[in-house]
């Protein structure tokens, strides 16, 4: 199991930037892929970005495309989510994951086992 907790979160304007973090412990952290979701009030859960355990592979969402970037240091055991040109409907907790099984990359959140106690993002406009 690895325990998972993000920071960074926070209220910004729309166009504004905002960098999200997520520290890792309690497992190999360069073996497992990660990824970032968010959930808005009334809303599922959903996919965000994910990136492969080296960091070679990386997934957005559509609406993310172009905006948001996915990276990790795995010599510092933690993921990060760059987000930029924000949007009011960018507003949602965020919560990082870590996938089930090593080596392996996926956007199902079912195939994610670990996750944080989520960071709220607020973009007014």
């Known amino acids: 199991q690895v325990q998972l907790v993000e920071s960074g979160g926070g209220l910004v304007q729309t166009g504004g930037s905002l960098r999200l973090s997520c520290a890792a412990s309690?497992?190999?952290?360069?073996?497992?892929?990660m990824g970032w979701f968010r959930q808005a009030p009334g809303k599922e859960r959903e996919f965000v970005a994910t990136i492969s355990w080296a960091g070679a592979s990386t997934y957005y969402r559509d609406s993310v495309k172009g905006r948001f970037t996915i990276s990790r240091d795995n010599a510092k055991n933690t993921l990060y989510l760059q987000m930029n040109s924000l949007k009011p409907e960018d507003t949602a907790v965020y919560y990082c994951?870590?996938?089930?099984?090593?080596?392996?990359?996926?956007?199902?959140?079912?195939?994610?086992?670990?996750w944080g106690q989520g960071t709220q993002v607020t973009v007014s406009s």
């Open positions: 309690g497992r190999t952290f360069s073996s497992y892929g």
């Open positions: 994951a870590a996938c089930r099984r090593a080596r392996y990359v996926s956007y199902d959140v079912t195939d994610f086992g670990s």
